[in-house]
């Protein structure tokens, strides 16, 4: 079997295919030997696809203190929000909770993963209008947790997520928020929830681009892990 990772991976070296690619992890992230002797060339590869067909990256350094400034003005707005006039109240507290949301989600991430002895590359646009902040993780350092510590640091962003939504309804809440606003973040913080856990399914009925989310991710290594 090594035989035919070293193949595979001395193709991929060459010629990168992120298909073909990941494929590969998959089968190699079943075995502990191979991803010691391995995990170095993977890495490698996977950040020069990543480098290949990503615009605008920045440090971990600098995107993660644009998070903290974006977070922080976040938590500003919701301070403001109640001594201004009842419309205004109400779109502050929206527009810190959709701040929010954007600034915890890496953080949370960054935070987990370096806890779990992750690395990190860089920060680039994601999302399906490429406009979300993101952090790329260094797949070696990935690769080389364990699957228990990959599902932990999944699952720190939908956590962080739910998180920035339940904040935003709150803060609303206590702070006599027009009932447009308030309404507003409740059904966001119940589609919230409920879209962090459903790519899973969603994969299952046929849109593959969810395999990309944190909960497809998630159980994704609980279930490797129940089977390493």
């Known amino acids: 079997m090594s035989r035919t990772v070293e193949a595979r991976l ?3 070296e060459k010629f990168p295919d992120e298909v073909e690619f ?9 075995s502990r030997s191979l991803i010691e002797r391995y995990a170095e060339r993977i890495g490698r590869i996977d950040a020069r696809i990543f480098t290949e067909r990503t615009g605008l990256r920045v440090s971990v350094g600098t995107g993660t203190a644009a998070m903290l400034l974006l977070g922080i003005a976040a938590l500003l707005l919701l301070v403001l929000a109640p001594s201004m006039r009842a419309g205004l109240h109400g779109l502050l507290v929206i527009s810190a909770t959709f701040m929010l949301m954007t600034a ?3 953080i949370a991430h960054l935070l987990a993963g370096r806890a779990l002895g992750m690395r990190f590359l860089f920060y680039f646009l994601n999302g399906p209008a490429r406009v979300e902040p993101t952090l790329k993780v260094d797949y070696t350092s990935y690769l080389r947790s364990s699957p228990g510590a ?3 640091m999944h699952l720190s962003g939908i956590i962080a997520s739910i998180l920035a939504t339940l904040i935003g309804f709150l803060a609303a809440y ?3 928020a027009p009932a447009f606003a308030k309404n507003l973040l409740l059904l966001l913080l119940i589609l919230n929830t409920l ?7 969603l994969v299952k009925l046929g849109f593959r681009g969810f395999r990309k989310s944190d909960a ?3 159980f994704r290594e609980l279930k490797l892990r ?3």
């Open 10 to 12: 001395a193709e991929l």
């Open 22 to 30: 990941y494929r590969l992890v998959a089968e190699v992230k079943r």
């Open 104 to 106: 915890l989600h890496p």
């Open 150 to 152: 990959r599902a932990a």
């Open 174 to 176: 206590l702070s006599g």
């Open 195 to 201: 879209f962090e856990f459903s790519p899973p399914l």
């Open 216 to 218: 497809y991710r998630f």
């Open 226 to 228: 129940e089977e390493t």
